[in-house]
């Protein structure tokens, strides 16, 4: 037989069901090894030969789902060794999912895993978008699409579908509107949440009926709640019966598949855990201690580490946790610190043995308002970018990280299945600086706002609760308080309680309070560190003026105990006082700053601002005849946010660690792009572009 006929035997196979054919080409072909010119050929048959993931864990039948059993987890009766990494469909454009799945498989993982956030997928009480919506993600959304393309990219998925997802997600996942339902206690079995977590659950949870392995899917488990132990951190006893409601909504909707819960075993042990479902680990270092402790909670269950993290996430205003230089050339004795710890304790993981998910793979972008905050023993707010250090950045770009795990995963994967190629990365276009080319003022921003975005109240109020939407309040964005007031020459403005989370003050549109020039600032007036602030307000002569206060929400904490989830945005904790007189009777602008609003602006002012600081918006137009991605460097700009097209890319801080805004091709279109940079104290003149990131440049 000669060797194209055996390689029409081969490819004649690849179509078969079964697999005999392929087997007899690889025995035939062995007699080629005979001359080492021909033993390439051989070698590239054999790999061709190579069964799919699903061919392999599939065929002929299904008969059963993921299983675990003492000695590790079987799918379909055969064993299986899960190596899964996270990939968060709504961090990435919908263009670009198919890419990065790719890269996933490539690397040698078998599993795809994913979290679901509420906030999008149910924006407004009883309002659904799945990928079918009108809304600024509604591209980002369809999940059903994305867990159907991770089975075409020969990868089964793992859902964490919440309601509550950490995630460093804005509020971890959960809407914001359900703040102003009173009462109201969030990660309980309190029927009020209980209520809309069973109605938003009863909408998304049968999108993945039939997107199960057992009903010919590739969703092989589900997660209950998540790290629902870590809320016994003051003590608190964890609601097992809000665990058990949750269980019994996913098996009322159809879910069949394997159900685990995930924590870290030294800090909760089995708190936040159910009796019969399958425990996770979650941690960075000392795996033997985590996993060990695992099996001794649950001894006749196989290890499975949900999330191991592969770097970290950065707050504004602090260092870059782990920044890892990387030239694009594979050098695997380069490694920094950092990384061979990570590469160590993979090792590790896989030795003991256990299945693991890289916590992250591929961070991506918290676009928008999205991007969370912790609160440890102050707010801290999380930058734009989830890069995370992890093996792809946040751009999809390989890191030594990724080739170092491609080689250790193939070291342990006990099955040996087809992989595809390593799929090319983006191209990167350092754009021509753009000059401002026109601009608005403040007055001019709250000019155009739509009039049902303005109230009139008799007291300061949190956004949660403003009467606007359909009763929803007020998500994201900004929140302006204006009332006309008596001022002295030297008067004192008095806010009560914190500011949630930074105010600017504006006195007939001029800016009094201090801009945010260096980190001891936050100590100030108008920031959340001090309680009851003041702010001196000096005028020419005592007269009647405007008093605007503009407040940022800067993102909602995603983690913690149940008393940090009381995340109202504003001022809300007391009265404002003018020279001790409370002040009362206030006009109220939502300023949620979204797409429609981006897009209906008009009557631009021609050229940058020339007003010292204060609020503005400043338009720049990008001519482009073939879009690539790129970076918006803003090391020029102060505080504040960009849109493009409509779209808003994220918060932007001069005193970092975060110095650029990573701008995707698809969200650029030939010909003519609109950016808009709203900056909160003092605008730059241009925007300036750049083919690669700043992720940690700190200023003191």
Same mark, same amino acid.
């Not at 039948?61 to 789902?65: A, E, F, L, V, Y």
């Not at 155009?448 to 109240?457: E, F, G, H, N, Y």
């Given at each position: 037989?000669?060797?194209?006929?055996?390689?029409?035997?081969?490819?004649? !196979?690849?179509? =078969?069901?079964?697999?005999?054919n392929?087997?007899?080409?690889?025995?035939?072909?062995?007699?080629?090894?005979?001359?080492?010119?021909?033993?390439?050929?051989c070698?590239?048959?054999?790999?061709?030969?190579?069964?799919?993931?699903?061919?392999?864990?599939?065929l002929p039948?299904?008969?059963?789902?993921l299983?675990?059993?003492?000695?590790?987890?079987?799918?379909?009766g055969?064993?299986?060794?899960?190596?899964?990494?996270?990939?968060?469909?709504?961090?990435?454009?919908?263009?670009?999912?198919?890419?990065?799945?790719r890269k996933?498989?490539?690397?040698?993982?078998?599993?795809?895993?994913?979290?679901?956030?509420?906030?999008?997928h149910?924006?407004?009480?009883?309002?659904?978008?799945?990928?079918?919506?009108?809304?600024?993600?509604?591209?980002?959304?369809?999940?059903?699409?994305?867990?159907?393309?991770?089975?075409?990219?020969?990868?089964?998925?793992?859902?964490?579908?919440?309601? %509550?997802?950490?995630?460093?997600? $804005?509020?971890?996942g959960?809407?914001?509107?359900?703040?102003?339902?009173?009462?109201?206690?969030?990660?309980?079995?309190?029927?009020?949440?209980?209520k809309?977590?069973?109605?938003?659950?009863?909408?998304?949870?049968?999108?993945?009926?039939?997107?199960?392995?057992?009903?010919?899917?590739?969703?092989?488990?589900?997660?209950?709640?998540?790290?629902?132990?870590s809320?016994?951190?003051?003590?608190?006893?964890?609601?097992?019966?809000?665990?058990? =409601?949750?269980?019994?909504?996913?098996?009322?909707?159809g879910?069949?598949?394997?159900?685990?819960?995930?924590?870290?075993?030294?800090i909760?042990?089995?708190?936040?855990?159910?009796?019969?479902?399958?425990?996770?680990?979650n941690f960075?270092?000392?795996?033997?201690?985590?996993?060990?402790?695992?099996?001794?909670?649950?001894?006749?269950?196989?290890?499975?580490?949900?999330? %191991?993290?592969?770097?970290?996430?950065?707050?504004?205003?602090?260092?870059?946790?782990?920044?890892?230089?990387?030239?694009?050339?594979?050098?695997?004795?380069s490694?920094?610190?950092?990384?061979?710890? %990570?590469?160590?304790?993979?090792?590790?993981i896989?030795?003991?043995?256990s !299945?693991?998910?890289?916590?992250?793979?591929?961070?991506?972008?918290?676009f928008?308002?999205?991007?969370?905050?912790?609160?440890?023993?102050?707010?801290?707010?999380?930058?734009?970018?989830?890069?995370?250090?992890?093996p792809?950045?946040?751009?999809?770009?390989?890191?030594?990280?990724?080739?170092?795990?491609?080689?250790?995963?193939?070291?342990?994967?006990?099955?040996?299945?087809?992989?595809?190629?390593?799929?090319?990365?983006?191209?990167?276009?350092?754009?021509?600086?753009?000059?401002?080319?026109?601009h608005?003022?403040?007055?001019?921003?709250?000019d155009?706002?739509?009039?049902?975005?303005?109230?009139?109240?008799p007291?300061?109020?949190?956004?949660?609760?403003?009467?606007?939407?359909?009763?929803?309040?007020q998500?994201?964005?900004?929140?302006?308080?204006?009332?006309?007031?008596?001022? #002295?020459?030297?008067?004192?403005?008095?806010?009560?309680?914190?500011?949630?989370?930074?105010?600017?003050v504006?006195v007939?549109?001029?800016? #009094?309070?201090?801009?945010?020039?260096?980190?001891?600032?936050?100590?100030?007036?108008?920031?959340?560190?001090?309680? $009851?602030?003041e702010?001196?307000?000096?005028?020419d002569?005592a007269e009647?003026?405007?008093?605007?206060?503009?407040?940022?929400?800067w993102?909602?904490?995603?983690?913690?105990?149940?008393?940090?989830?009381?995340?109202?945005?504003?001022?809300?904790?007391?009265p404002?006082?003018?020279?001790?007189?409370?002040?009362?009777?206030?006009?109220?602008?939502?300023?949620?700053?979204?797409?429609?609003?981006?897009?209906s602006?008009?009557?631009?002012?021609?050229?940058?601002?020339?007003?010292?600081?204060?609020?503005?918006v400043s338009?720049v137009?990008?001519?482009?005849?073939?879009?690539?991605?790129?970076?918006? $460097?803003?090391?020029?700009?102060?505080?504040?946010?960009?849109?493009?097209?409509?779209?808003?890319?994220?918060?932007?801080?001069h005193?970092?660690?975060?110095?650029?805004?990573?701008?995707?091709?698809?969200?650029?279109?030939?010909?003519?792009?609109?950016?808009?940079?709203?900056?909160?104290?003092?605008?730059?003149?241009?925007v300036?572009?750049?083919d690669?990131?700043?992720?940690?440049?700190?200023?003191?």
């Open positions: 037989m000669h060797l194209n006929d055996l390689l029409s035997l081969f490819n004649c !196979s690849m179509n =078969q069901e079964l697999s005999v392929r087997h007899i080409v690889c025995e035939v072909l062995i007699e080629w090894h005979a001359e080492p010119s021909r033993s390439i050929l070698c590239q048959a054999q790999t061709m030969s190579l069964p799919t993931l699903y061919q392999h864990y599939v039948d299904i008969n059963s789902g299983d675990p059993k003492p000695d590790g987890f079987y799918l379909n055969k064993k299986i060794s899960i190596h899964s990494g996270a990939l968060h469909y709504f961090r990435v454009p919908q263009a670009y999912w198919r890419d990065r799945l996933y498989r490539a690397a040698g993982l078998n599993a795809v895993e994913t979290y679901v956030p509420w906030n999008l149910e924006p407004l009480r009883d309002v659904f978008d799945f990928g079918d919506g009108d809304n600024d993600f509604s591209d980002f959304l369809d999940v059903v699409k994305f867990v159907k393309m991770a089975q075409e990219e020969d990868l089964f998925v793992i859902v964490r579908p919440g309601p %509550y997802i950490c995630a460093e997600w $804005d509020f971890g959960l809407p914001s509107w359900i703040l102003n339902e009173k009462g109201v206690k969030v990660r309980t079995s309190e029927s009020k949440y209980m809309r977590v069973t109605c938003y659950f009863n909408k998304l949870l049968p999108l993945f009926g039939d997107l199960q392995f057992t009903k010919g899917g590739s969703i092989i488990a589900f997660q209950i709640e998540n790290e629902y132990g809320i016994n951190e003051d003590g608190t006893v964890p609601d097992i019966e809000y665990l058990k =409601q949750l269980k019994e909504i996913f098996e009322k909707n879910l069949v598949e394997m159900f685990f819960t995930s924590d870290t075993p030294s909760r042990r089995d708190a936040g855990t159910l009796p019969g479902v399958l425990q996770t680990a960075k270092v000392d795996p033997e201690k985590e996993l060990n402790l695992l099996k001794e909670l649950q001894p006749n269950m196989p290890a499975m580490v949900m999330e %191991y993290w592969t770097g970290a996430y950065d707050h504004w205003l602090e260092p870059r946790d782990s920044p890892e230089p990387f030239d694009g050339k594979l050098n695997l004795n490694l920094n610190q950092r990384s061979i710890i %990570y590469v160590d304790v993979l090792e590790r896989l030795i003991f043995p !299945s693991v998910n890289f916590y992250m793979f591929h961070g991506g972008t918290s928008g308002f999205m991007s969370g905050a912790d609160v440890n023993k102050n707010y801290q707010a999380d930058v734009t970018s989830y890069d995370y250090v992890a792809l950045t946040e751009s999809g770009d390989y890191t030594e990280k990724y080739y170092k795990t491609k080689e250790i995963l193939a070291k342990y994967q006990s099955v040996t299945t087809k992989l595809p190629d390593l799929p090319t990365v983006s191209q990167k276009a350092a754009y021509p600086t753009l000059e401002v080319i026109g608005l003022d403040f007055w001019d921003i709250l155009q706002l739509p009039a049902d975005l303005k109230v009139m109240l007291n300061v109020i949190n956004m949660e609760n403003l009467p606007i939407k359909n009763g929803n309040g998500s994201y964005g900004y929140i302006n308080y204006r009332k006309k007031v008596g001022l #002295k020459t030297i008067s004192t403005l008095k806010v009560s309680g914190y500011v949630q989370d930074a105010a600017m504006l007939d549109g001029e800016l #009094k309070s201090k801009p945010l020039e260096t980190k001891e600032d936050i100590n100030g007036f108008g920031y959340w560190m001090k309680k $009851d602030t702010l001196t307000l000096n005028s002569k009647e003026k405007t008093l605007d206060i503009i407040v940022e929400n993102g909602r904490v995603n983690f913690g105990v149940l008393a940090d989830f009381d995340q109202r945005k504003g001022l809300w904790q007391g404002v006082y003018l020279d001790g007189n409370e002040l009362k009777d206030w006009e109220i602008y939502a300023l949620e700053f979204d797409s429609k609003w981006a897009k602006l008009i009557n631009w002012k021609q050229g940058p601002s020339i007003r010292k600081k204060g609020p503005s338009r137009i990008l001519n482009l005849s073939v879009p690539q991605d790129t970076f918006i $460097d803003l090391r020029g700009w102060l505080k504040g946010i960009v849109f493009v097209n409509g779209f808003n890319l994220g918060r932007y801080c005193l970092g660690p975060l110095r650029t805004l990573y701008l995707p091709a698809p969200l650029l279109k030939n010909g003519q792009n609109e950016i808009l940079v709203f900056e909160h104290f003092k605008p730059d003149v241009k300036s572009f750049l690669h990131p700043i992720l940690g440049n700190l200023k003191p």
